[in-house]
């Protein structure tokens, strides 16, 4: 079939400005002369020695048509497997054109980082932002990847975009009857997707699917201990055996108190993610939305000498592995082939995780040691470690240990 357009060769570069074209910032970038120019400007009259020397070594203006940036091979060092990868180099001249040293370079889209990458190398601050747990993965090992990189960090904004989705699909809920009738909605909508019935005149308990009852957590806060701490109460009290909790974010190192603490009551727990992809409505009326259960991970805290602290892995096990591609599974031979990224905070403030110890796989290096480097600590005191583990499909799980440092 004969071709009906030109083989597209090149993109355009779109600039815009929120009010006046004027703020626009423009760096010219500058390319090496030809031999032919070059002696054409060293056959320039009149003008000095040192005009022409300056003249040579800047070179002529770019034009708007780039030849001498090649677009990422199979084999380019820099590749990370991400389909919409761009080569660093493109990114730099842009940022370097359109930004100051010291600006703040936005991609809200970021894929696989490349523009955060080069802003970093480029001496920019940048934001960048992705709904895709994996693009933020890959961008996470990016960043840790440059040389003297600055510390980041990386936040879940999740909690204000189910916000959002919560008060445009049930409303925004002013008087209380308004908040309560929201509330309603919601717990009918998640019960739905999940194909759980609602009950009534229960404090905790929202639901029931089968022979068990279901807890619901909040859109804008995580599951909390004490809050499956008091639906299981609940359950007790009805004599019903087991409780399944569906949530969206959880409190960190919760699985293994959750679990011990239900089986005393009597009462099997089991913990399910709320996909983001409920809040797409395609997803949600096709039926294609489902619940995960929470990966399991253990690890064990020693501390070698006084005021030092070192964590090792000891298991991880992710749910519904009958779930996992067949070409997946053949390459996974223990446990810890599952993981591809691990951190630590040694010091977790129940804020910001501030990572004080990292490993995670690369294209070159794929084996991943399971013990942590030993911490040392300044002053005795308790700590609180949090070891956060990234699986190889970009899903975060946590775990927390409290210990005395002396």
């Given at each position: 079939?004969?071709?009906?357009?030109?083989?597209?060769?090149?993109?355009?570069?779109?600039?815009?400005?929120?009010?006046?074209?004027?703020?626009?910032?423009?760096?010219?970038?500058?390319?090496?002369?030809?031999?032919?120019?070059?002696?054409?400007?060293?056959?320039?009259?009149?003008?000095?020695?040192?005009?022409?020397?300056?003249?040579?070594?800047?070179?002529?203006?770019?034009?708007?048509?780039?030849?001498?940036?090649?677009?990422?091979?199979?084999?380019?060092?820099?590749?990370?497997?991400?389909?919409?990868?761009?080569?660093?180099?493109?990114?730099?001249?842009?940022?370097?054109?359109?930004?100051?040293?010291?600006?703040?370079?936005?991609?809200?889209?970021?894929?696989?980082?490349t523009a955060a990458v080069a802003a970093e190398n480029c001496g920019r601050r940048w934001i960048g932002c992705d709904l895709g747990r994996w693009?933020?993965?890959?961008?996470?090992?990016?960043?840790?990847?440059?040389?003297?990189?600055?510390?980041?960090?990386?936040?879940?904004?999740?909690?204000?975009?189910?916000?959002?989705?919560?008060?445009?699909?049930?409303?925004?809920?002013?008087?209380?009857?308004?908040?309560?009738?929201?509330?309603?909605?919601?717990?009918?909508?998640?019960?739905?997707?999940?194909?759980?019935?609602?009950?009534?005149?229960?404090?905790?308990?929202?639901?029931?699917?089968?022979?068990?009852?279901?807890?619901?957590?909040?859109?804008?806060?995580?599951?909390?201990?004490?809050?499956?701490?008091?639906?299981?109460?609940?359950?007790?009290?009805?004599?019903?055996?087991?409780?399944?909790?569906?949530?969206?974010?959880?409190?960190?190192?919760?699985?293994?108190?959750?679990?011990?603490?239900?089986?005393?009551?009597?009462?099997?727990?089991?913990?399910?993610?709320?996909?983001?992809?409920?809040?797409?409505?395609?997803?949600?009326?096709?039926?294609?939305?489902?619940?995960?259960?929470?990966?399991?991970?253990?690890?064990?805290?020693?501390?070698?000498?006084?005021?030092?602290?070192?964590?090792?892995?000891?298991?991880?096990?992710?749910?519904?592995?009958?779930?996992?591609?067949?070409?997946?599974?053949?390459?996974?031979?223990?446990?810890?082939?599952?993981?591809?990224?691990?951190?630590?905070?040694?010091?977790?403030?129940?804020?910001?995780?501030?990572?004080?110890?990292?490993?995670?796989?690369?294209?070159?290096?794929?084996?991943?040691?399971?013990?942590?480097?030993?911490?040392?600590?300044?002053?005795?005191?308790?700590?609180?470690?949090?070891?956060?583990?990234?699986?190889?499909?970009?899903?975060?799980?946590?775990?927390v240990v409290d210990i005395t440092a002396k």
């Amino acid at each position: 079939m004969p071709r009906k357009a030109f083989a597209r060769k090149h993109d355009n570069i779109i600039v815009v400005a929120k009010s006046n074209p004027d703020s626009i910032v423009f760096t010219p970038q500058f390319v090496p002369y030809s031999e032919a120019s070059q002696a054409l400007v060293k056959g320039r009259g009149g003008t000095s020695i040192d005009g022409i020397e300056r003249d040579l070594e800047r070179g002529a203006h770019m034009p708007d048509w780039w030849t001498d940036i090649n677009a990422l091979q199979t084999w380019s060092p820099e590749r990370v497997n991400y389909d919409t990868q761009k080569p660093v180099k493109l990114l730099e001249r842009l940022v370097n054109s359109y930004s100051r040293p010291g600006a703040l370079v936005g991609d809200f889209f970021a894929g696989s980082g490349t523009a955060a990458v080069a802003a970093e190398n480029c001496g920019r601050r940048w934001i960048g932002c992705d709904l895709g747990r994996w693009a933020i993965h890959v961008s996470r090992k990016r960043m840790l990847g440059i040389e003297g990189c600055r510390p980041f960090e990386v936040l879940n904004l999740g909690k204000y975009e189910r916000q959002y989705w919560q008060g445009v699909k049930f409303g925004e809920g002013k008087t209380k009857s308004e908040v309560e009738q929201t509330l309603y909605e919601y717990l009918a909508f998640i019960l739905k997707l999940y194909g759980a019935q609602p009950v009534a005149g229960l404090e905790h308990l929202h639901g029931k699917k089968g022979r068990a009852m279901v807890h619901i957590g909040a859109v804008d806060a995580p599951v909390t201990i004490s809050e499956i701490d008091a639906a299981v109460e609940e359950c007790a009290k009805l004599k019903q055996a087991q409780l399944h909790v569906l949530g969206w974010d959880w409190e960190m190192g919760l699985y293994d108190l959750v679990v011990e603490a239900a089986k005393k009551k009597g009462v099997k727990p089991l913990l399910l993610q709320i996909p983001r992809e409920a809040m797409e409505q395609q997803a949600a009326a096709k039926g294609d939305v489902r619940f995960f259960e929470l990966a399991y991970l253990e690890v064990e805290v020693s501390q070698p000498k006084k005021l030092a602290a070192r964590v090792e892995l000891k298991d991880f096990v992710i749910p519904n592995a009958e779930l996992i591609p067949d070409e997946v599974r053949d390459k996974v031979k223990k446990w810890s082939d599952y993981i591809d990224y691990w951190a630590v905070d040694w010091d977790f403030r129940d804020d910001t995780f501030m990572q004080g110890w990292v490993a995670y796989r690369t294209r070159k290096e794929r084996k991943l040691p399971l013990k942590s480097d030993t911490h040392q600590y300044e002053k005795p005191g308790k700590y609180r470690v949090l070891v956060k583990v990234i699986d190889i499909f970009g899903n975060d799980t946590s775990q927390v240990v409290d210990i005395t440092a002396k």
